[in-house]
């Protein structure tokens, strides 16, 4: 029995020195995780049929200061009749500093004049020709009231009405 009691004192001495634990086994390794690479952001779906994207801030800041600047100066316009020795740049800068551009008048073919038509006696109304042919209505105002008035295919008045 003194053999088993000597064992166990001698595991209790050897257990009770750390030192010996030191010399007699290599220290443990520690786990230390790495770091994982970050999770890729899932791509985002596209949106489904009929969605309405609302336009986002820097468009629209964008397009503002597009919209805000000043509108280019017109193209000039070339003086073909000019024959002189001058060189034509020269004399468009001239011309161009003591003319004023003309008017443009339209071309081709006046509208029909106005249809006189009478609504009641000694009150006549002129109605354009557009009213009387193609829409077959119209409503004149007058100094003696509003007027509903309705025409036939050919032209004829087939009704009319006062309005208050």
């Given at each position: 029995?003194?053999?088993?009691?000597?064992?166990?004192?001698?595991?209790n001495e050897l257990l009770?020195?750390?030192?010996?634990?030191?010399?007699?086994?290599?220290?443990?390794?520690?786990?230390?995780?790495?770091p994982s690479a970050p999770a890729p952001l899932p791509q985002p779906r596209p949106p489904k049929v009929g969605t309405l994207i609302q336009r986002s801030d820097h468009v629209n800041h964008r397009r503002q200061a597009i919209l805000l600047q000043p509108p280019p100066p017109p193209?000039?316009?070339?003086?073909?009749?000019?024959?002189?020795?001058?060189?034509?740049?020269?004399?468009?800068?001239?011309?161009?500093?003591t003319e004023r551009p003309q008017l443009l008048m339209p071309a081709g073919p006046?509208?029909?004049?106005?249809?006189?038509?009478?609504?009641?006696?000694?009150?006549?109304?002129?109605v354009p020709h557009f009213a009387v042919h193609v829409s077959r209505r119209y409503k004149p105002r007058t100094a003696q009231g509003r007027w509903i008035l309705r025409f036939s295919r050919t032209g004829q008045l087939t009704y009319r009405r006062r309005l208050a």
């Open positions: 029995m003194s053999e088993q009691t000597d064992i166990i004192q001698a595991i009770g020195d750390p030192e010996f634990w030191d010399e007699v086994l290599p220290p443990h390794p520690r786990f230390e995780p790495t193209p000039k316009r070339r003086q073909g009749t000019g024959t002189t020795g001058r060189p034509s740049s020269i004399q468009t800068t001239d011309s161009t500093a006046l509208p029909p004049p106005p249809i006189p038509v009478q609504v009641e006696p000694g009150i006549v109304v002129e």
